[in-house]
């Protein structure tokens, strides 16, 4: 740990045990075995092209096509001396990544300020995707395991792929990056709505912007990147954000910079392909 991130421990840490696994078990066996169900998944994608907004429906296509080896992996993890040592460093990262004040004591140009001015332009927060998540899940079983620390990590680094990849919140950019994040978790959802949702651009839309491509570039930008969500963020944060691509292995993104060009060159928002804001 150095200089930079040795005091960094928000108060929040201090007061909130609720994020503490290392007492707990390490799996719940309780826990439900989840199939695949693409008749299912289709239908709840089909929901979401409804209202975009509705991110029960997504919730809900990931349930539908699970990652078939999630605990295998998780588990090794957990159990690992790096995964040991992330736990004790992030018990509960939103409460790292929304501490904005500290973030911006690190260094210029940094992962930290790249994200904090992502953030904000956007109106987002980390732990606003946690209170999405735990509305979705009111009315379902709890299972308080060590295991459980390993689904939050996943689920709260998504903001920050977003950073490290350059891929913007406009339809393209959500569909790279879940490609991206099926190469770093592969459950077969990440894939499904990737691709299901560059063919409704395609369809909605008529162009040459290379659409189909940009998200296969994802998927293998994603594959040559180690999986973020079992590294130390703490770490990454005070670094340049080029070195920390460069340490990822995160090239720029070509066909995706490609396609928002051919739009732009036919006077359409890559952030408003449908015309909303005109309308």
Known sequence: MNALTADFKPARFEAD????????????????????????????????????????????????????NLRKSGEAFIQSERGLDVRVREPFLPAILDDHAALRRMPEGSLAHAYCDFMEREGLTAQ????????????KPKYRDQFQWYMNRMRDVHDMLHVLTGYGRDALGEACVLAFTYSQQPSP??????????????????????????????????????????????????????????KLNITPAMHYRAA???WQS???????????KAA
């Open 260 to 262: 928002h060009a051919v």
């Open 189 to 246: 959802a990440h894939l499904f709505i990737g691709y299901m949702a560059g063919l409704n651009i395609g369809k909605q839309v008529k162009s040459s912007a290379p659409v189909l491509r940009a998200i296969r570039e994802a998927q293998g930008l994603g594959k040559a990147c180690p999986r973020v969500s079992e590294m130390a963020i703490t770490e990454l944060l005070p670094m340049q954000l080029d070195d920390v691509r460069r």
């Open 17 to 68: 045990t609720s994020h503490d696994f290392l007492g707990l078990p390490l799996y719940d066996e309780r826990r439900p075995q989840l199939k695949l169900r693409p008749a299912k998944a289709l239908h709840h994608f089909r929901e979401l092209l409804k209202d975009k907004e509705n991110t029960e429906e997504v919730f809900r296509i990931f349930e539908s096509l699970p990652w078939r």
């Open 266 to 276: 036919m006077g359409v928002d890559p952030y408003d392909l449908l015309g909303k």
């Open 128 to 139: 606003g995707l946690v209170d999405e998540f735990d509305r979705f899940a009111a009315d």
